[in-house]
């Protein structure tokens, strides 16, 4: 059942970065992320209410975690559209394969946790792997590191992936 809701996650993922890039060359970001935070609170609303899931706000720490979040969601949000608007879907969206080395180091600071040794061998894979893809043609080696160094986009999706 994971892998079948991971690769859903997957596809639905390259929708939105797709229809993110499409939606960008016509509108503002920020009207892009208002609708896109809009349309995730209606599918939330009806999994909670197909789950018959309640939310009770008693804890202040709840609150303040939420608040936070919020905060962080509205960034990645509109700074998606907005990378995209600055460089090519193929150049931006692998940057999110980065993903879990930033959540292997939250994880391990905040909440004290170290994956397994399989589980480090698979994020070294994914980040490997994709350095490799972004290499593509090129002879240089550190060629990623100066794209990402130099294109407005891929720098504001890498902040977008760390706060992920």
């Known amino acids: 059942m ?3 809701l991971a690769l859903l996650w997957a596809v639905f993922q390259a929708g939105e970065m797709l229809f993110a890039k499409k939606a960008v060359q016509k509108t503002h970001a920020i009207t892009i992320a208002f609708f896109a935070t809009i349309w995730e609170f209606v599918i939330l609303s009806i999994i909670l209410v197909i789950t018959q899931t309640s939310i009770w706000f008693d804890n202040h720490i709840l609150l303040i975690a939420a608040g936070g979040f919020a905060i962080i969601n509205a960034y990645t949000r ?8 600055f460089s090519d879907v193929w150049l931006v969206t692998p ?7 930033f959540t292997l180091f939250t994880g391990m600071l905040f909440l004290k946790e170290t994956p397994g040794i399989l589980g480090l061998v698979g994020i070294a894979l994914i980040i490997v792997g994709t350095y490799i893809l972004k290499i ?9 590191i100066k794209r990402i160094l130099k ?14």
């Open 78 to 85: 509109f700074s998606t559209p907005r990378a995209l608007k």
């Open 95 to 101: 940057l999110m394969a980065f993903v879990p080395l």
């Open 2 to 4: 994971g892998f079948i």
């Open 136 to 144: 593509g043609k090129s002879k240089d080696i550190r060629m990623p």
């Open 151 to 164: 294109e407005k986009g891929m720098l504001i999706m890498l902040a977008n992936t760390l706060l992920r």
